[in-house]
Structure formats: C-alpha cells, structure tokens
C-alpha cells in the first residue's frame, strides 16, 4: 500500500468486546505492517476520541487512519458509535468497516448504506479484511488531502486585504483589468498590482487556475 509519507504513519483502531479478536486483529494487520490500537468498548474509543479532539490538539485524525467496529458489544454499541461519528463528519476521514455475525448482517448492510466502509461477516478472511483496511486507509488519505488544500486555501485568503478580495472577485467574474479599474473607480495600474499580488498570495499563474481553486474550495 503506498500513501504520501507526509500524511504520516497509517493508524487502524480496533474496537471489539472480545480480546481475542483484537489481538488476532492486531496481529493480522501487523503480518502488513500497519500499526493499530485496541479498545474493549465503543465507550472506551469515545472516551479516548473526546481527549484527541478537544479545542487546541492538532485536528484529527493527523494521518490514514479507519475503525475496525464490532456491530453488537455490552454498553454502547457499535451502531450508535459510527452514527456519532457521522455526526462529527468523520465518515471520510476514518472509514468504518464492521465486523458482525451472520444474524447482524442486515443491520451492516443499512449502515453502509448510511455512509459506513464496508462490512465483514465473522469468521472473515484475513487477506480480504486487511486488503479492505487498505483501501479504507486509501479513503482517509484522500480526506486528509482534502482537509490539507481547503486549510491552505483558507489561510491564503486570510492574507488577502479587502481591496484585493473585490479585485479577485472581478477578476474570476472574467472582467478585464478596464472595467475592474471603472468599478472600484482605481486606476488600471492599481488594478494590474492588486491583481499580481492576489495571483501570488493564492499561488496561481492566471484567472482561470484561480477560479478553479476556488469553485474547488466551494466544494470541499
């Protein structure tokens, strides 16, 4: 599996009553070189959750990273943990895949429906569960990619002045510099330096490349 060093090391959390489906998790995934961390209780991960993404820490998760999620466990139960964390928008950035028995497998399949990964029916196949991680993994990636442009995009619109923001605005309109000028009643000298330093603070060459950086903001 390859991903962007820069996204950091790839994490897998394994939330199972049962500790030996955990450690037999740990194990397989281990067999792949992916790290993963173990939790006995949907309650336990949330716990844990709660510290990692109070006001301040860096936003999580910081690197690749799903759950491994055991439909039905004592106290909080697995459901009710991803619609949790669909409710903090992490569904892209932490992939959920289920493990369940033969009579859950209707409720796994309403939950990917409502956005989960996938699921895997227990006993599972050790290759297609972690080739599954993987590709769970390769989602996350894609999400933190996404997080990382919409962040520098942010931050370099913070640094544009409102001159230069009514400027940009005009200019992905695809006004030329003249009617610019005539608008905000500046000179088109003015316009032409606003327009360079608005080209360079959001690191674009033309008006077009900057019109698709935003619409692609807008998206994100």
Same mark, same amino acid.
Request: aromatic content about 6%.
């Given at each position: 599996?390859?991903?962007?060093?820069?996204?950091?090391?790839?994490?897998?959390?394994?939330?199972?009553?049962?500790?030996?489906?955990?450690?037999?998790?740990?194990?397989?995934?281990?067999?792949?070189?992916?790290?993963?961390?173990?939790?006995?209780?949907?309650?336990?991960?949330?716990?844990?959750?709660?510290?990692?993404?109070?006001?301040?820490?860096?936003?999580?998760?910081?690197?690749?990273?799903?759950?491994?999620?055991?439909?039905?466990?004592?106290?909080?139960?697995?459901?009710?943990?991803?619609?949790?964390?669909?409710?903090?928008?992490?569904?892209?950035?932490?992939?959920?895949?289920?493990?369940?028995?033969?009579?859950?497998?209707?409720?796994?399949?309403?939950?990917?429906?409502?956005?989960?990964?996938?699921?895997?029916?227990?006993?599972?196949? *050790? *290759?297609?569960?972690?080739?599954?991680?993987?590709?769970?993994?390769?989602?996350?990636?894609?999400?933190?990619?996404?997080?990382?442009?919409?962040?520098?995009?942010?931050?370099?619109?913070?640094?544009?002045?409102?001159?230069?923001?009514?400027?940009?605005?005009?200019?992905?309109?695809?006004?030329? *510099?003249?009617?610019?000028?005539?608008?905000?009643?500046?000179?088109?000298?003015?316009?032409?330096?606003?327009?360079?330093?608005?080209?360079?603070?959001?690191?674009?060459?033309?008006?077009?490349?900057?019109? *698709?950086?935003?619409?692609?903001?807008?998206?994100?």
């Amino acid at each position: 599996m390859a991903l962007d060093p820069t996204l950091g090391i790839p994490m897998v959390y394994l939330v199972d009553d049962e500790d030996v489906v955990r450690d037999a998790l740990a194990w397989l995934l281990r067999s792949r070189r992916l790290l993963s961390e173990g939790f006995a209780s949907a309650d336990a991960f949330q716990s844990w959750l709660a510290e990692q993404t109070a006001p301040g820490r860096v936003p999580w998760p910081s690197s690749p990273s799903c759950l491994v999620l055991d439909v039905r466990m004592p106290g909080t139960s697995g459901l009710v943990l991803f619609e949790h964390l669909a409710e903090r928008g992490l569904k892209a950035l932490l992939p959920v895949i289920f493990l369940t028995g033969h009579g859950d497998v209707p409720t796994a399949v309403a939950a990917v429906k409502r956005g989960a990964f996938d699921f895997v029916e227990k006993p599972f196949s *050790n *290759n297609s569960l972690v080739d599954r991680v993987e590709q769970a993994l390769q989602l996350s990636a894609q999400a933190l990619q996404e997080r990382r442009g919409h962040d520098v995009l942010r931050r370099a619109l913070a640094e544009l002045t409102d001159r230069e923001r009514e400027v940009m605005r005009l200019v992905v309109e695809g006004r030329p *510099n003249k009617l610019i000028a005539d608008e905000l009643d500046i000179s088109v000298r003015t316009v032409e330096v606003h327009r360079a330093r608005v080209f360079d603070k959001m690191n674009v060459k033309s008006a077009v490349e900057l019109a *698709n950086l935003l619409a692609g903001g807008e998206r994100r």
